[in-house]
C-alpha cells in the first residue's frame, strides 16, 4: 500500500490482519488511483485535514469505491463538524455552537459528565475482544431521559458527548489497540444491552438510536467490526424484521441478535477476563466497569497521546497544501511525527461509540 508523507503520519501497523478487497494492505492498482483521486479532489477544493489513506479509504469503502459518492460522503461530513446538527438546527450548548476539533480536548475534562450519565445510561469502553477491538458496551434498557434533563443533561449534551467518544474510539483507542495486536485495528466490537426495554421508554430508546444511528453511518464509516443485541424482546424483533432489509448484507452479517441466551456466543469472542461480570465474564475493576476506561488506550506500552491531545499542547497539525511524494510500503513512513489522521462505524442500531 502507498503511503503518502504528507498525511500518512502513522505510528501504528496500517495493513489490516484479513486481505479483504479494499482493506489497508490488500489494495488492486484501481483502488490505489482511486485514493489518489479522491485526495486530489479534495485538496483541489482546500481541504486539508483527514486526508490520510486509512480515512479515504473508510469513505471510499463506505461508497463501493464511487469517488463521487466517496467525496460527497467526506465533503458532508467536514461541513457536520463544523456545524452539528440537531432538528436541522445547528447544536449549541449554552450558546455556544458546538464545532467538534475544538470541543474534544474540552469536553469533559474531569470525568463529571461520564458520572452522571453512566447512572442513567452506561455507555463505555471496556478492554478488548479476541481479535484485539475494543469492546463498547451500551444498556439501553437504562436510559432514563427525563431523570437526565433534571439533572441538566440535555439531548444535545447527548449528542455532543456521542461524537466526541466516536473521536476517542479513533485516536487513541482503535491505535493502541493496533500496536497491541500488531496491526491494524478499526473497528470495535459492540455490545447492546436491550434488558429492560419495554413499552414505557421504547420511543425514547429507539428515538436516541436513530439518532446515534445517523451519526455513525454518515460521519463514521467502517467503524462496525461485530455487534451483538443482547436480551431482545418481542417488541425489538419486530422492528428488526422491517429495519434488516433496508441494511446492506456486509452489514447485517456483522450484527448478532441473540436474546437471553447470549453468554456462550459473547464467551466465544470475548475473553471472560474482558466481559463484565454481569454479561458472563469474569471482570469486575475497582469502581465498577462502567467507569474504568480500561484498555490498551491505558497502557503506557501502547498509548500515545492522540492528534487532539497534541493539538492541545501546542503541537501545530497545520499541513501546507503542496505537491507530495508518495511513498511505497508496509514501512514507509513520513518523516514529521505529528499525526494529523482525525478521521474517525454502521446503521442501525450503532453503538453510540462511544
Same mark, same amino acid.
Given at each position: 500500500?502507498?503511503?503518502?508523507?504528507?498525511?500518512?503520519?502513522?505510528?501504528?501497523?496500517?495493513?489490516?490482519?484479513?486481505?479483504?478487497?479494499?482493506?489497508?494492505?490488500?489494495?488492486?492498482?484501481?483502488?490505489?488511483?482511486?485514493?489518489?483521486?479522491?485526495?486530489?479532489?479534495?485538496?483541489?477544493?482546500?481541504?486539508?485535514?483527514?486526508?490520510?489513506?486509512?480515512?479515504?479509504?473508510?469513505?471510499?469503502?463506505?461508497?463501493?469505491?464511487?469517488?463521487?459518492?466517496?467525496?460527497?460522503?467526506?465533503?458532508?461530513?467536514?461541513?457536520?463538524?463544523?456545524?452539528?446538527?440537531?432538528?436541522?438546527?445547528?447544536?449549541?450548548?449554552?450558546?455556544?455552537?458546538?464545532?467538534?476539533?475544538?470541543?474534544?480536548?474540552?469536553?469533559?475534562?474531569?470525568?463529571?459528565?461520564?458520572?452522571?450519565?453512566?447512572?442513567?445510561?452506561?455507555?463505555?469502553?471496556?478492554?478488548?475482544?479476541?481479535?484485539?477491538?475494543?469492546?463498547?458496551?451500551?444498556?439501553?434498557?437504562?436510559?432514563?431521559?427525563?431523570?437526565?434533563?433534571?439533572?441538566?443533561?440535555?439531548?444535545?449534551?447527548?449528542?455532543?458527548?456521542?461524537?466526541?467518544?466516536?473521536?476517542?474510539?479513533?485516536?487513541?483507542?482503535?491505535?493502541?489497540?493496533?500496536?497491541?495486536?500488531?496491526?491494524?485495528?478499526?473497528?470495535?466490537?459492540?455490545?447492546?444491552?436491550?434488558?429492560?426495554?419495554?413499552?414505557?421508554?421504547?420511543?425514547?430508546?429507539?428515538?436516541?438510536?436513530?439518532?446515534?444511528?445517523?451519526?455513525?453511518? *454518515? #460521519?463514521?464509516? +467502517?467503524? @462496525?467490526?461485530?455487534?451483538?443485541?443482547? $436480551?431482545?424482546?418481542?417488541? !425489538?424483533? &419486530?422492528?428488526?424484521?422491517?429495519?434488516?432489509?433496508?441494511?446492506?448484507?456486509?452489514?447485517?452479517?456483522?450484527?448478532?441478535?441473540?436474546?437471553? *441466551? #447470549?453468554?456462550? +456466543?459473547? @464467551?466465544?469472542?470475548?475473553?471472560?477476563? $474482558?466481559?463484565?461480570?454481569? !454479561?458472563? &465474564?469474569?471482570?469486575?475493576?475497582?469502581?465498577?466497569?462502567?467507569?474504568?476506561?480500561?484498555?490498551?488506550?491505558?497502557?503506557?506500552?501502547?498509548?500515545?497521546?492522540?492528534?487532539?491531545?497534541?493539538?492541545?499542547?501546542?503541537?501545530?497539525?497545520?499541513?501546507?497544501?503542496?505537491?507530495?511524494?508518495?511513498?511505497?510500503?508496509?514501512?514507509?513512513?513520513?518523516?514529521?511525527?505529528?499525526?494529523?489522521?482525525?478521521?474517525?462505524?454502521?446503521?442501525?442500531?450503532?453503538?453510540?461509540?462511544?
Amino acid at each position: 500500500m502507498e503511503l503518502d508523507p504528507k498525511y500518512d503520519h502513522y505510528d501504528y501497523p496500517t495493513t489490516a490482519p484479513v486481505a479483504k478487497p479494499g482493506h489497508p494492505g490488500h489494495l488492486t492498482d484501481a483502488q490505489q488511483a482511486q485514493v489518489h483521486q479522491l485526495r486530489m479532489m479534495l485538496e483541489s477544493e482546500g481541504y486539508t485535514k483527514r486526508l490520510d489513506t486509512l480515512t479515504l479509504l473508510r469513505f471510499l469503502r463506505a461508497r463501493k469505491f464511487d469517488v463521487n459518492l466517496s467525496k460527497k460522503m467526506f465533503v458532508d461530513c467536514e461541513k457536520w463538524r463544523k456545524t452539528i446538527l440537531y432538528a436541522g438546527q445547528p447544536l449549541k450548548i449554552d450558546g455556544r455552537t458546538i464545532e467538534l476539533d475544538e470541543e474534544i480536548s474540552e469536553w469533559d475534562k474531569d470525568g463529571s459528565f461520564k458520572r452522571k450519565v453512566s447512572k442513567w445510561y452506561p455507555q463505555y469502553y471496556h478492554k478488548t475482544d479476541k481479535d484485539g477491538r475494543p469492546v463498547y458496551i451500551e444498556q439501553l434498557g437504562k436510559i432514563d431521559l427525563g431523570a437526565m434533563k433534571n439533572e441538566g443533561i440535555e439531548y444535545e449534551h447527548m449528542l455532543t458527548n456521542l461524537a466526541v467518544e466516536y473521536e476517542k474510539m479513533a485516536d487513541p483507542r482503535l491505535p493502541a489497540c493496533s500496536r497491541k495486536a500488531g496491526h491494524l485495528l478499526e473497528t470495535s466490537c459492540t455490545i447492546m444491552d436491550f434488558n429492560g426495554v419495554g413499552f414505557s421508554n421504547a420511543r425514547q430508546v429507539f428515538g436516541y438510536i436513530q439518532e446515534a444511528s445517523g451519526m455513525s453511518q *454518515n #460521519y463514521y464509516p +467502517e467503524r @462496525l467490526g461485530r455487534m451483538y443485541l443482547i $436480551n431482545t424482546n418481542w417488541l !425489538f424483533t &419486530g422492528v428488526w424484521r422491517m429495519v434488516r432489509p433496508l441494511l446492506d448484507p456486509v452489514t447485517v452479517e456483522k450484527i448478532h441478535v441473540l436474546g437471553g *441466551n #447470549y453468554q456462550k +456466543e459473547l @464467551l466465544a469472542q470475548i475473553p471472560a477476563e $474482558n466481559l463484565p461480570k454481569e !454479561f458472563g &465474564g469474569t471482570c469486575q475493576c475497582e469502581g465498577g466497569c462502567p467507569l474504568s476506561n480500561a484498555g490498551p488506550w491505558c497502557d503506557p506500552e501502547f498509548a500515545k497521546p492522540a492528534w487532539w491531545e497534541k493539538k492541545k499542547s501546542g503541537g501545530d497539525d497545520a499541513i501546507e497544501n503542496a505537491p507530495a511524494e508518495v511513498v511505497t510500503g508496509e514501512g514507509a513512513t513520513a518523516t514529521s511525527g505529528v499525526a494529523v489522521a482525525e478521521g474517525a462505524e454502521a446503521t442501525v442500531p450503532a453503538p453510540a461509540a462511544a
